[in-house]
């Protein structure tokens, strides 16, 4: 387990400190021959729990999912001399496209082999009826680099993925290089282009959701940092909006590798959502004010709203954060329910000023996917009644509206009758 990963799901504020990682007994695996994932399946395991990267003292891992029409040029570069590749390979699904025979010799070995194929060979004829045969060309391949870093230095590895020339002889637009930076010097060998404690693979995303919820305070070198964990799931339709009021407060760092959950074939998976995590830094005293939603893009109306509030004060050079009230129903950010929210939204229903998104699903006072004059009407009913309260209800993480209803899911757990289980050697 890399130090980040230890980092992450501790806590978010111990100093990142020289340690030996330590591999969990499912990672073991991927390292016995210090070539990394050898399979689609491993491939698929390593960026769930670890990321695209994985530091050992005398390994460094990289592992990409690219389109199969996509090659991948790596380049490394910096004071490190001695650093060389010692592995670099692709890993394709290849599914079994014809029933396999039943073996001569009706071992318990040989059934096991065979029953794993027939389960292989269902999902195929599954996968083809639901999406035709050229979806496997769609699936992502996975590119799996081993280096051996040198003695003392920095090494960067610049990993470029290119599409290979069409029959037409046109190149598709290449995607961004990613770039990777590593140190070794007596503190030992470490990665240094990311943030020890920030999640950067799904497992240690919803490690760090469980342990700190959506909105989270990190104390960070310079003071206080906002932390907000975001998902979405664009397969229902729905996006993600995001809104700011009060002080100003400057993103410092972002879910840059992408966070999400890799499946065996990614474009079959339906309903999959994808997640996020960004770091904000105060520059002002003050308030500030977060509000994330997931709304759809047709049709069905807004989903969730979650929303927090801060008070920023500067201690010396440094500023600190102290979470304060949030109102679900407060249009214009200042963190009480007013008859100047009352005003926006008469001003929205009027044609004179339109909500923004996030305005939107706050102003939605009853819930049931419209803004009309009963919203208006009840809200006005919440000025008076918090009128006469001295603190406004704390309100973040509202409950999800509606359920999405997901297609069939072809990836779902193939069952073939009277399987032959190979026992587990001793």
């Not at 998976?269 to 520059?283: H, L, N």
Request: hydrophobic fraction near 35%; aromatic fraction near 8%.
């Amino acid at each position: 387990m890399k130090m980040k990963k230890l980092i992450a799901m501790l806590t978010a504020a111990l100093t990142v400190c020289a340690s030996v990682p330590v591999l969990s007994a499912s990672a073991g695996g991927f390292y016995a021959e210090g070539r990394g994932p050898q399979s689609v399946e491993e491939a698929v395991e390593f960026l769930n729990s670890e990321g695209e990267t994985f530091c050992l003292s005398n390994r460094i891992y990289i592992v990409k999912a690219i389109e199969q029409d996509m090659e991948v040029i790596t380049e490394l570069s910096g004071t490190m001399e001695d650093a060389k590749i010692v592995h670099e390979g692709y890993e394709k699904y290849v599914p079994i496209r014809e029933e396999p025979a039943m073996p001569k010799e009706q071992n318990e070995d040989a059934m096991y082999h065979y029953h794993e194929a027939l389960k292989k060979y269902e999902e195929y004829k599954r996968i083809v009826e639901y999406n035709g045969e050229e979806v496997f060309d769609r699936a992502a391949q996975y590119y799996v680099l081993a280096i051996e870093p040198g003695k003392t230095g920095d090494l960067k590895v610049t990993v470029s993925p290119k599409h290979k020339a069409t029959e037409e002889g046109v190149l598709k637009q290449d995607p961004i290089p990613s770039v990777y930076t590593f140190v070794k010097d007596e503190d030992g060998f470490r990665e240094t282009d990311i943030r020890a404690w920030l999640p950067d693979s799904y497992e240690e995303y919803q490690s760090y959701l469980r342990n700190n919820g959506t909105f989270s305070i990190h104390e960070g070198e310079t003071g206080d940092q906002i932390v907000i964990c975001t998902s979405t799931n664009s397969s229902t339709g729905a996006s993600l909006f995001f809104d700011q009021t009060g002080e100003p407060c400057q993103q410092i760092a972002t879910g840059t590798r992408g966070v999400s959950r890799q499946e065996m074939l990614p474009l079959l998976k339906a309903g999959g959502g994808s997640y996020g995590i960004s770091v904000y830094e105060p520059t002002a005293e003050g308030r500030i004010e977060f509000s994330v939603c997931e709304g759809f893009t047709f049709g069905a109306g807004p989903m969730a709203q979650k929303k927090q509030a801060y008070i920023v004060k500067k201690d010396g050079d440094k500023f600190t954060l102290q979470e304060t009230s949030s109102e679900a129903h407060d249009l214009n950010g200042d963190g009480v329910v007013t008859a100047a929210d009352a005003v926006l939204l008469m001003k929205h229903l009027t044609g004179e000023k339109s909500l923004t998104d996030t305005q939107m699903i706050a102003a939605d006072v009853n819930r049931d996917k419209r803004v009309d004059a009963t919203d208006l009407t009840k809200l006005m009913q919440l000025v008076i009644q918090f009128t006469n309260q001295i603190d406004p209800p704390l309100i973040h993480d509202e409950p999800i509206t509606t359920d999405p209803v997901l297609p069939y899911d072809p990836t779902d757990p193939i069952v073939i009758d009277d399987p032959v289980v190979k026992p587990v050697e001793q």
